[in-house]
């Protein structure tokens, strides 16, 4: 699978659209094993489903610095 290359800003903007609440601030870092992963900072009652959706982006994009 190719995956389409995006900054670290692009990825940032695409995990809080796909999370959808504004009450936190995201972090992307390069990550050896998955290319890159998304650091979420806010309140912890989503925090389960937010990093499974930075993870399943990861499968998409590949962070291009």
Known sequence: MN????TA???E???KQRIG?????IAVHHDPQAGWRATIYGRQ????????I???LC???E???
């Not at 995956?3 to 995006?6: A, L, P, T, V, Y």
């Not at 609440?21 to 601030?25: G, N, S, V």
């Not at 009652?45 to 499974?52: G, K, L, S």
């Open 59 to 61: 499968q998409h994009y």
């Open 54 to 56: 930075a993870v399943e």
């Open 45 to 52: 009652q989503a925090e389960v489903r937010r990093r499974t």
């Open 13 to 15: 903007d695409i995990v």
């Open 21 to 25: 609440a504004r009450d936190f601030k």
């Open 9 to 11: 800003t692009e990825l």
């Open 3 to 6: 995956k389409q290359k995006r």
């Open 63 to 65: 962070l291009n610095d």
